[in-house]
């Protein structure tokens, strides 16, 4: 049975459908224009954009690794179709050199494929920092209204009251936006780091399947 072609995408292309459709249910119960209207800081703005960003890159890379582990899997079913590009050139790398530069070679492919995923990784810390920046703003702007009141009167404190919570909202939507952001973008690019470990196994026993004849 012939390999699927862009198994990777198209286990990429279905997460991002879910999450998408995550985000139509947030928009139809007006959850999304609730958070962007109680947030001040426009910190979950900020937010949303580097998750877009971030998917938009994680969806690249996970386009380009498929083609990449297409062509491995199309050269292990037929060895005479040696696959192009740069699983080509280090296949034929392997090939030409001694087993102890192979496994160097090999930690070296599989760090410079991991390495395409140092933008996803950051933008996943980035976005944890921002909701726990927004949670700071919140508390300030929580606390602002209460060291300006000269009184507290009833008038006085309904108002404080009203101020002291939208700091609150400010706190608590940008946190659950960095929170949500973070854990998502996280798992995205945890396929990733999957699929790179699984090419680096399959290049590690093509390296043994052609040594052990000689030994």
Not at 1 to 14: C, N, Q, T, Y
Not at 19 to 25: E, N, Q, R, T
Not at 30 to 41: I, M
Not at 202 to 210: E, F, G, K, P
């Amino acid at each position: 049975m012939p390999p699927i072609a862009h198994v990777l995408f198209l286990r990429a292309l279905i997460i991002l459908g879910l999450i998408v459709f995550g985000f139509v249910l947030a928009i139809q119960y007006g959850f999304l224009d609730q958070l962007l209207a109680a947030d001040r800081s426009y910190l979950a703005s900020a937010i949303l954009a580097a998750y877009a960003l971030g998917t938009a890159h994680w969806l690249w890379i996970a386009w380009q690794l498929s083609l990449e582990s297409g062509q491995l899997a199309r050269y292990d079913a037929d060895r005479a179709a040696v696959p192009s590009g740069l699983v080509g050139e280090l296949l034929r790398k392997l090939d030409a050199l001694r087993d102890d530069s192979q496994a160097a070679l090999l930690e070296a492919y599989g760090d410079t494929l991991s390495n395409r995923h140092a933008l996803g990784h950051f933008l996943s810390d980035v976005l944890l920092r921002l909701g726990l920046l927004g949670t700071i703003v919140g508390f300030i702007l929580m606390l602002i209204p209460v060291a300006e009141a000269q009184q507290f009167d009833s008038a006085v404190m309904q108002r404080l009251l009203v101020a002291m919570s939208g700091g609150m909202a400010v706190a608590l939507y940008t946190t659950l936006a960095g929170l949500i952001g973070s854990t998502l973008l996280r798992m995205q690019y945890h396929l990733l780091d999957s699929a790179v470990a699984d090419m680096t196994t399959r290049l590690a026993m093509h390296i043994h399947s052609n040594a052990s004849p000689q030994r």
